[in-house]
Every structure is written in C-alpha cells, then in structure tokens.
C-alpha cells in the first residue's frame, strides 16, 4: 500500500470540498478502492500505486481548474472526474487563449466546455452549414450564439439573426395579448438569455435597435435572402419538412448557418412531423455541411438532468422493445 500527500494551499479548500463536503464525497465514490481523508488544506490518499496516480491526475487538474477559475460547480467537478481520456484535459485547461469564443460581459469567458461542443466549434469554422443535434442541456444554442457573436465581432459577418418556431402559438400569434415583440418574446427569451452573457446591455440593445441582431420567429424568416450573416434555427425539431427547406434555402453568400434541435422532445401537432430527421439524414455526406451529435456527457446545467436524460433515454430503449414484442 502506498500513500501521497495533495496540498491544496493554491486554492479555496472549502471551494474544492463543497457545501457539507458534497465534491469531497464525489471524490471518494469515484475511487472507491482508495483511502481518502482530508486534514486541513491537504488530501491523503493511501491504496495501490496506480488507483493512487489515476486520483491524483484528476486532482490536479481540478486544482488547475480553480486555479484559473476559482469557482468549480459540482457538474464540472464530476465531469473532470468522470473523464477516461486526454480529450478531457483539453476541455478543462485551456492551454490555447484563443480558445476563448467570447469575452463576455464583467470578463466573464464563453468556451467549449465538452468534447462535442468542441466538434461543434471546429465544425462551424470549417463548414458553412452545421446540424448540432442533442437533448436538452448539452450546449447547443449557448455554443451557437456563442460563434455567431464571436463573427460578428471579428466582422466575419455583418449581421445575427436568431430564430425559433413559435410552436406553442402555432406561429400564429394574433391571438396574444401585446404588439409584436411582446407576443414572440416568450419564445425567444433562451436567445436573449445567451446573449446577455455575451454583449454587454447598452451594446446588446444598439445591435437590436440597428437590426444588427435580429431574433424572429421562424414564419418571418420566409422570402428573405440573408447575405453576409450568421443564422441559427434553434429548436428545429419543432419546424416541418417545408419550413427546415425554407429556413435553409434563405442562405445568401457569405453566411453561416447553425440548426440545433433535440428529436426527443417534438412539441408539433400530432398531424405535423417534424423536418429535423429527413433533413440531418438527407444532407449526409454533402461538402461544407456538418452534423454533429451531442448527448448525456455533454450535459452543463445542473448534475440532475443528466441523470433524467439517461432515464428517459432508458424508457425510450425499453417502450421500442416492447413494441418489437407485441
């Protein structure tokens, strides 16, 4: 049996610990074979040499984490943990600046944080059009705006225009209550929330004054030709087959565009089907088009919902086999 001395004099104790030691037990479940006790600012592992080094890898990086960051949230804590590969280490220490997406409001940073937000980033600069399909939680609008708004700041484009289906007004929204922007607000507000964490207020309502960023339901997409511009579909599940060929044939030259989408939670009448499928599969294998799949691993809110991912998906596996049954 061998033992090795952690010191975490370089960082928050009670920051690394968690409230009533939750991150301290995470450590301990993730190394079960080991001996793990803390004694102040330091972490005493005891147990066979290589359980020993694989625990103190990932301590390390942690500390590295916070060192940098300084706050570290039980998610990213177990993500670091729960780790296999180097591919992780490149998720969590930025050894590149230019990483970085966004500097954001109060010098807040916006980055990939997971492997497959990666992906998504390198896709977006090698490629004009990129599918980003996923469940909820993963990134997939927070990582778009994010490359939309770096664009436009380095005048890759001139112009952001967010879109959505209004499908809970079945984009017909006469019926609400308010002039315009107060009926389609409710729907676009995960678009504004994202931004808020980038753009800074005053500039943020410039952008929107000028039409310099645009958030639209997607009806008021039809008939335009969006030239020099960064354009993202979000919810594109929630979009027929008519409109995802609508949306997609409104590209002009110089434009990107993100479709981000979840297939598992389709909130389209029962007599539509959603575009979402035929389009990712369709346009396989077409230069300069991506697609990119996200899941559970990629999950940055809070560390429940990847849990309720995994248990959807479970019943999901289970209802398609009993079906297979009957």
Request: aromatic share 6%.
């Amino acid at each position: 049996m061998t033992e090795t001395i952690i010191n975490l004099e370089t960082v928050n104790p009670i920051e690394f610990f968690g409230v009533n030691n939750n991150k301290f037990d995470i450590l301990k479940k993730k190394f079960p074979l080991l001996k793990i006790l803390s004694r102040g600012t330091q972490i005493k592992l005891s147990g066979a040499p290589e359980q020993i080094d694989l625990a103190k890898e990932k301590i390390d990086l942690i500390i590295a984490y916070m060192q940098r960051n300084g706050h570290l949230s039980e998610n990213y804590f177990e993500q670091i943990l729960g780790g296999d590969d180097a591919e992780v280490i490149d998720n969590f220490i930025d050894k590149n600046p230019n990483e970085v997406l966004v500097f954001g409001p109060n010098g807040k940073t916006v980055r990939a944080r997971t492997a497959n937000q990666k992906k998504m980033v390198q896709a977006a600069d090698k490629n004009d059009i990129v599918f980003a399909i996923g469940p909820a939680g993963t990134g997939k609008t927070y990582t778009a705006v994010a490359l939309a708004v770096r664009a436009l700041k380095n005048k890759v484009v001139k112009k952001i225009i967010l879109t959505r289906p209004a499908v809970e007004a079945g984009e017909s929204l006469g019926f609400l209550p308010g002039d315009l922007k107060e009926k389609i607000d409710p729907y676009l507000r995960p678009l504004y929330d994202a931004l808020d964490d980038m753009i800074p207020a005053d500039k943020l309502g410039y952008y929107m004054t000028t039409r310099t960023i645009e958030i639209a339901p997607l009806a008021y997409m039809r008939g335009r030709t969006l030239d020099n511009a960064f354009i993202i579909l979000d919810e594109s599940q929630n979009a027929n087959d008519l409109q995802i060929k609508m949306f997609l044939t409104r590209i002009g030259s110089n434009a990107k565009a993100i479709i981000t989408g979840d297939p598992t939670q389709v909130d389209l009448p029962r007599n539509q089907k959603s575009g979402l499928e035929k389009a990712s599969r369709i346009l396989q294998n077409i230069e300069g088009i991506a697609h990119i799949q996200l899941d559970e691993e990629d999950v940055v809110r809070h560390k429940l919902v990847k849990a309720i991912i995994k248990a959807y998906d479970k019943e999901r596996e289970n209802e398609t086999e009993n079906s297979y049954h009957r």
